[in-house]
């Protein structure tokens, strides 16, 4: 009996390797996937985890020759659980990348645990300056965009239209902050003055106070960055207080990305810069908006490409490293140099790992955000403070 069983198990083995391609098969790659489930963010990281797993389920199920399994935890969208929550996936899971998250505060807190454990991290929206400039590293990536990059082209673009005096009105955070520093930099370098900061905490959207006073201080503009449900109940809001007839508001493309279903007839017109829009009419954005809608039911969206592109980063080095991530510098190597087919328009990704890409200016027609034009061409995040 106990012979036999040996037998057994010997010829099992024999035939493992006589398999081909079974005989070096690698053990599931596991993929951490931390993204709001909760709260004002949401819908968001519902998109993005949909657009990765599109991307990966286009390949079969496997990157780099590996087999990928999920695990998930729900970030809240609050940084103060952040460091438990990106630590649960590292040190409890073991999981050999991550990717997440949405919120500005809660991607630095990641970045930080990714740069001391060397662990792999994607980051698929937040926009935090800190990720590709102080906290750069090696192993961090980013397959959305940086804070100042929509707001920088959107300042160029509201000066040109020739507005002067503009305020700004936003949630007093990191992704905020550095939204309107953007937008500052690029209205002010073009002859335009900021002439007021409003916000408000991070996720309130009890918005009457300030609209109040842009109502008294009466500028030419507003530039506003908001996202999610904040976005929606803040375009309702403005245009409930009878600004949107009297002053232009323009925003960061957040304001009305995966949002016009419920803003309705009050987003209709509004102008606003991104690195996607609805009506690209690319073959490449024509086949991932059909895999998309036909996937989930669902219209993607930007979060969505940029799961969609997290993926296809994460499949780009890991080809080049045939699926071992402990090989880092490769990884780094091969994304640097690849161009990035994403369905916004093919990407490169800088030394700091940010993409360089072009910024659209959109304009709201019904429920789309119909591309205007080029606001920006590869434009590339200036990358302050990373050394690397
Ligand atoms: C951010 O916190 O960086 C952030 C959140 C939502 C967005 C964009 C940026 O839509």
Redesign the pocket.
């Known amino acids: 009996m106990k012979l036999h069983r040996h037998a057994l198990v010997l010829a099992a083995a024999a035939a493992a390797f006589a398999a081909p391609g079974h005989a070096q098969q690698a053990a599931p790659l596991k993929v951490g996937l931390m993204l709001p489930a909760t709260g004002t963010?949401a819908a968001?990281g519902t998109a993005i985890d949909n657009g990765f797993r599109l991307y990966v389920a286009e390949q079969g199920g496997k990157l780099g020759g590996r087999e990928i399994e999920y695990v998930r935890v729900d970030d809240e969208s609050d940084p103060a659980k952040a460091t438990d929550n990106v630590n649960k996936l590292i040190k409890r899971d073991n999981v050999d990348v991550i990717v997440g998250t949405?919120?500005?505060g809660v991607a630095m807190a990641m970045a930080r645990a990714a740069k001391e454990s060397g662990t792999l991290l994607i980051v698929p929206?937040?926009?935090?300056a800190a990720v590709t400039g102080p906290m750069c590293a090696p192993n961090i990536f980013r397959s959305s965009f940086s804070?100042w990059q929509p707001g920088y082209a959107m300042g160029e673009v509201a000066a040109k239209k020739g507005h002067k005096r503009m305020v700004t009105i936003t949630w007093k955070y990191?992704?905020g902050d550095e939204a309107v520093q953007g937008f500052k930099e690029g209205f002010e370098k073009n002859g335009g003055k900021v002439i007021k900061e409003l916000n408000l905490p991070f996720p309130n959207v009890e918005f009457q106070a300030l609209l109040t006073e842009i109502a008294s201080l009466k500028p030419d503009a507003v530039y506003t960055f908001f996202?999610?449900g904040g976005a929606v109940k803040f375009v309702k809001d403005y245009a409930g207080a009878g600004l949107k007839k009297s002053i232009p508001l323009y925003g960061a493309g957040?304001l009305t990305d995966g949002t016009l279903e419920a803003q309705g007839a009050d987003a209709d017109g509004l102008l606003t810069t991104l690195h996607y829009a609805d009506s690209l009419g690319t073959p490449r954005d024509s086949a991932f908006r059909l895999a998309y809608v036909k996937a989930y039911k669902l219209q993607p969206d930007v979060y969505a490409v940029q799961g969609y592109d997290a993926a296809q980063m994460l499949s780009v080095g890991l080809a080049a490293v045939k699926g071992d991530v402990g090989k880092k510098a490769e990884f780094a190597a091969a994304v640097e140099k690849a161009k990035i087919d994403s369905p916004r328009g093919a990407f490169t990704v800088s030394k700091a790992h940010n993409p360089v890409q072009d910024i659209y200016l959109r304009q709201v027609v019904g429920k789309e955000n119909k591309t205007i034009g080029v606001a920006s061409k590869a434009l590339a995040d200036p990358a302050r403070g990373c050394k690397m």
Request: aromatic residues 14%; hydrophobic residues 60%; without cysteine.
């Open positions: 963010f968001l949405v919120h500005s929206n937040a926009g935090a804070n990191a992704a996202a999610g957040f």
